[in-house]
């Protein structure tokens, strides 16, 4: 498998690293469906004969296992390089849907808990960590461009899979015309066969495409020394191990918490939520489950570009201050929504898309955010150790809501005030997150790694 190694990913000269992104591109759009998972939902909860909590479980383990193995793979990542990553995350992820159909067509949930939750997330983590931090060496100019363009594919990926599956749903149900009608189990099978193969063959194409500068190599004209702009902004480097034991990692861990909480817990249930919102009295919904499902890809628009233009503005504005964007501004959005949503449907997709900005731009803009603070030597580790945060917030953001909706009735029967309780909860975190952001400052020395006696010409290395 020496092809897979690092060493045969190396860029010759003259290389144009405008051709890396499409490569990362092609394993974040195909990992992104996660956010996807609304789309069947319901029809998982029928099939099931289980509760939303139940069902949502299938996410949380995702998000769970996405954090886990990007913490516990990181250094493995930064040794071995994006190609052997990429691949592993897309045997790990087209393995995830089978194990996860065959629970599907066997009637046992458990299965699909370890197929797409558990063997699926490991591909998530693995997947997400491995391009990201290869074109921040690619783009040491632009960390925060670098980070959107390849986060943006993560958050683009339910554009593509929400109508893709919805339009697979009804080609494998024959009852897809009758009126309020839920996919089968048979057809969500069939579903997950399906993105296996393709999101199988389209990630191989990232891992085979993908490219890492050689050793010394930095974009013409740029200057390393003039990317000091900032307080925060270091010059320093320091490991992945004592980067935990820093006070500004934690802060950095719990503002991402809340800002991922807060996003998740709405894209979770993107789909029956809008329907949910616009209850009628009789119980039937103003927006059909077509329209939901354009909703979702709706939000994953907002979810993309918000990664990619929050994330590049940042090289502006600086890490801290557009975090504090998404917090500050983020909690009164989040005010708006739970008391005023339901007005008009206009005023809920426009809160919604800018929420959901926020939410992808706390991602995209993060792993800049750890390059100001700590420096490129390990900051793909780092990064991985820093999704841990993801991982708690894919357990409490469906649990908060999830908890909530059941508390208040079954699907079907939900409406905006039910919502209430769960966005309210979400202020409160969001507000959390922004103390915690204001708190940070620049690390101590003492946590940086000795510098060499000699100037190094290049970027440290810091992966693979």
Known sequence: MGWLDREQTIAPPGFNRWLVPPAALAVHLCIGQAYATSVYKTALV????????????????????????????????????????????????????????????SGQLWLVYLGYGFIGGIGLGIGYISPVSTLIKWFPDRPGLATGMAIMGFGGGALIASPVSTALLKMYDPNSGAKGWVASGDSVGKLFLTLAVVYLAYMMFGAFTIKVPAEGWRPAGFDPSKVKAAKLIT?????????????QFWLVWVALFCNVTAGIGILEQAAPMIQDFFRQSDGVSLVSAAVASGFVGLLSIGNMSGRFAWSATSDTTGRKRIYMVFLGIGAVLYTVLALAGSTTTFLYVALAFVIISFY???????????????????????????????????????????????????PGQLTAGSYQPALLTMVGLLIIGFVANLLVKPVDARFHEPRPDQVRNDEPAMEA
């Open 235 to 247: 010059t320093d480097n320091v490991s992945a191990v004592n980067a935990v034991k820093t006070r």
């Open 360 to 410: 992808g731009g706390g991602f995209a803009t993060a792993p800049a955010y750890l390059r100001d603070l700590f420096g490129t030597f390990q900051v793909g580790a780092i990064h991985g150790r820093l999704l841990t945060a993801w991982s708690a917030a894919g357990i409490a953001g469906p649990l908060i809501v999830n908890a909530f909706l059941d508390a208040q009735g079954k």
């Open 46 to 105: 029928k099939h099931f004969g289980a509760s939303l909590t139940e069902i949502g479980v299938i996410f949380s383990i995702a998000i769970v296992m996405l954090g886990l193995s990007a913490a516990i793979m990181g250094t493995w990542v930064d040794k071995n390089g994006p190609r052997k990553a990429m691949f592993t995350s897309a045997v790990f992820w087209a393995s995830g849907f089978v194990v996860g159909s065959l629970g599907i067509f």
